[in-house]
T-cell receptor
Framework: AQSVTQLGSHVSVSEGALVLLRCNYS??????LFWYVQYPNQGLQLLLK??????LVKGINGFEAEFKKSETSFHLTKPSAHMSDAAEYFC?????????????FGKGTLLTVNP | DAGVIQSPRHEVTEMGQEVTLRCKPI?????LFWYRQTMMRGLELLIY????????DSGMPEDRFSAKMPNASFSTLKIQPSEPRDSAVYFC??????????FGPGTRLTVL
């Protein structure tokens, strides 16, 4: 079985500050890992994904995440927060290979950006 | 591409009524997923289809929930009878094989 833990349901940063959103996963097979963003009253939008290539993954809007197998982590970072980054962020895991298409999501982290 | 289309965007109904949510996946995608999002339980996968065939419905809460995919361009999620605890945002997502899932805007369901 696979699971995702997002540490911190709410993170608040100042505009221009570093954004760090934490995600730890559990998977019995090599995982595929995803970060999605959800703006108010909208669906989820893919930020980036890890599928066993480079461990440092770059996504849209200046976000990136690093896969660390030893720590079973896939933390999301952005060097400088913008007001427009305020949203809820979800980490998700799926099993690589085979025909299992299921994504398991974390509970989400609400990011607030203060002026 | 228009993306995943869901209708209605908002639905308010009374307990005991039948509710039908609709989804049109992205053209060419062969996997379709129904999710439910609540504050208490977060985002839960209800059911997913591959090539119009239900593959895993273990997330469907109970027999009041049913989902169909009669063709590659349309799916429905039905709740009969509806209960207040079914109030949530229901998302449909589609993908091509195991690639990225693309989400629709969701249907906000309120059961009074």
């Amino acid at each position: 079985a696979q699971s995702v833990t997002q540490l911190g349901s709410h993170v608040s940063v100042s505009e221009g500050a570093l954004v760090l959103l934490r995600c730890n996963y559990s998977s019995s097979v090599p995982p595929y890992l995803f970060w999605y963003v959800q703006y108010p009253n909208q669906g989820l939008q893919l930020l980036l994904k890890y599928t066993s290539a480079a461990t440092l993954v770059k996504g849209i809007n200046g976000f990136e995440a690093e896969f660390k197998k030893s720590e079973t982590s896939f933390h999301l970072t952005k060097p400088s927060a913008h007001m427009s980054d305020a949203a809820e962020y979800f980490c998700a895991v799926s099993e690589s290979g085979g025909s299992n298409y299921k994504l398991t999501f974390g509970k989400g982290t609400l990011l607030t950006v203060n002026p | 591409d228009a993306g995943v289309i869901q209708s209605p965007r908002h639905e308010v109904t009374e307990m005991g009524q039948e509710v039908t949510l609709r989804c049109k996946p992205i053209s060419g995608h062969n996997s379709l997923f129904w999710y439910r999002q609540t504050m208490m339980r977060g985002l839960e996968l209800l059911i997913y289809f591959n090539n119009n065939v239900p593959i895993d419905d273990s997330g469907m809460p109970e027999d009041r929930f049913s989902a169909k995919m009669p063709n590659a361009s349309f799916s429905t999620l039905k709740i009969q009878p509806s209960e207040p605890r079914d109030s949530a945002v229901y998302f449909c997502a589609s993908s091509l094989q195991t690639d990225t899932q693309y989400f629709g805007p969701g249907t906000r369901l309120t059961v009074l």
